[in-house]
C-alpha cells in the first residue's frame, strides 16, 4: 500500500462523519488528534504520552464509552500532558457527537498498513493530507496552505543553510519550513555536522509564529512526523509576539490577505509606517527582522506593490534598507481565492550599517501574461517554474545576472531610477496577455451541485442541533 493508498482510505473516512454535521476542516482536526495517538505507537514515542491516555487505551474501548473517555483523552492531554503534546492539544475538543462514528474511525485506522507509511515517510502522508484538504473548496483551508511547487521554487533559489535561522512569521501549516530543512538535508555536507551542529539544526534553526489556533496544530503534528522541534509559538506577529522573535538569516512565507481584523492598525511598537493592510504590515515586519545580508522570499497580493501613499512609503523603505532583485509575478488560480493576483518577492537585507540606496535595479518576471489559470483541472507543477528559476540563476543573491538577460521575453530590468519615476509603484507588466480566461476555468456542474449539497447539509444539521436544543420536534 502506498502513501497515496492510505491517504485515499484516510480520507474517504470523512464521509463516516457527514451525518455529525462536521466539515472537512473540522474532520483533518478530528484525524489529527487520532493520528497523533496512533503514530506515537508506530513510531515507538508514546513515553512522552501520559500512561492511561494512549492509543491502546482507546482503541479497547467501545460505544458511549468509547467516546466518553476520547473526550476526557483530548481535556487531560491538553492540560496535564507536557512540551509539543499538551500544544497540540491545548483547547482541543470533538465534534463528535455519535459513538458509532468514532468507533468506526479508531477501528478503520487500526487496520491500516502501517509499515508502508513508515517505510515512505509519515510526514509525506501527513502533508498529503493536509494538501488534500486544501484542495477542497469548503474546507476554507486554502488560506493556511502555499502549493508545494511554488514553496519548494522559493526555497531553491533561497537556498537556506545548515547552521542559519530560518523563520516563517505567518507559518499556516508549516510548509515553507519543512521544506527549508528538506533542501538543507539533501545537502551531503549535512554529515559533516557536528553533534552540536545537528542539535542546532532539529531544535533552534526553524522558527515562527501562527495566528490561527487550528492551523498551529496542523503546523505542530507536521513539525514532528518530520523530526523539527521548530520553536512555533501560536500568537500574533503584528502584536508584541512579532518583536520578540529573533533576526534571521532566511525568512520565507505567505502572510495572510486582507485587512487586520476590525480595520485597526497592528499594536507594533517598532512599525515606522503603520498600516491597516496586513501585507503591507507583514512586508515591514520581514524586511526589518533580517540579519544584515538575510534573504527572503515572500508572497504578497499585487495591490503591495502599487498601493499608493502609506504602501509607496513602505516600497521605498523596503528599496532602500534590502536589495529588492527580483519579482516573480504569478499566474491566477494558485490560491483558494479564484483570481486573486500575486506574487513572490525576493530581497536581501543590506550589510550593518548601510540602510539606504540597496536597490540599485529589479528584475521582474511576468509568469502570469498568456499562462493558464490554475486549478484542479491545471494543476500548478515543478514544471512551471523551470524558465523561471534558469532566468534566475544560481545566486541566492540575485547578483549573477547580465543587464541583458531576457530582456525580449518575460524577465525585464527596470532600474532604481526608473521605478522612482513611477511614484515606486512596482505593478509593472508589458506582455500582452491573449490567454482567455472563462467558461472553461468555472467548476463542473457537479463540483457546484456537491458545495451546494454540503452547504444545505451543515445548515440542516445546525438547525436540527438548533431544534434539540430548544425542545423542538423537528
Known sequence: MTTADIVRKLWDLCHVLRDDGITYHEYL????????????KETGTEKELPKGYRWDDLAAKEGVGLLNFYRATLLHLGTEASGRVQAIFVNAKTSIKQPKNLGTLVKEIERLDWYSAREEGLGNMY???????????????????????????????VQPKAGELVQDPAAGTAGFLIAADRFIRADDKIYELSQREQDFQKKKAFYGIELVEDAHRLALMNLMLHGIEANLVRGDTLASDGE??????????????????????????????PTSNKQLAFLQHIYRGLKPGGRA??????????EENTGAQIRADLMDKCDLHTILR?????????????NVLFFTRGEEK???????????????????SFGKRTPLGQEHFTEFEKAFGSDPYGKSRRKDQGEEGRFRRFTREEIKGRGDNLDISWLKDESVHGAADLPEPEEIAAEMLEKLRIATAEIQA???ALGVDA
Open 354 to 372: 548601510k540602510d539606504k540606496g540597496n536597490t540599485k535595479a529589479v528584475w521582474v518576471y511576468d509568469l502570469r501574461a498568456n499562462m493558464p
Open 297 to 306: 522570499a515572500v508572497v504578497l497580493p499585487d495591490n503591495v506593490l502599487f
Open 466 to 468: 438548533l431544534q434539540a
Open 127 to 157: 502533508e498529503d493530507l493536509l494538501e488534500r484538504n486544501a484542495s477542497e473548496k469548503k474546507s476554507g483551508a486554502g488560506q493556511y496552505f502555499t502549493p508545494r511547487p511554488l514553496i519548494d521554487c522559493m526555497v531553491r533559489l
Open 244 to 273: 520578540r522573535l529573533a533576526p534571521a538569516d532566511v525568512i520565507l512565507t505567505n502572510p495572510p490577505f486582507g485587512t487586520k481584523k476590525g480595520g485597526g492598525l497592528p499594536s507594533r511598537k517598532d512599525f515606522t509606517y
Open 29 to 40: 482536526t478530528e484525524l489529527t488528534y487520532l493520528l497523533f495517538l496512533k503514530m506515537a
Open 330 to 342: 504569478l499566474p491566477t488560480g494558485i490560491f483558494y481565492a479564484q483570481g486573486v493576483k500575486t
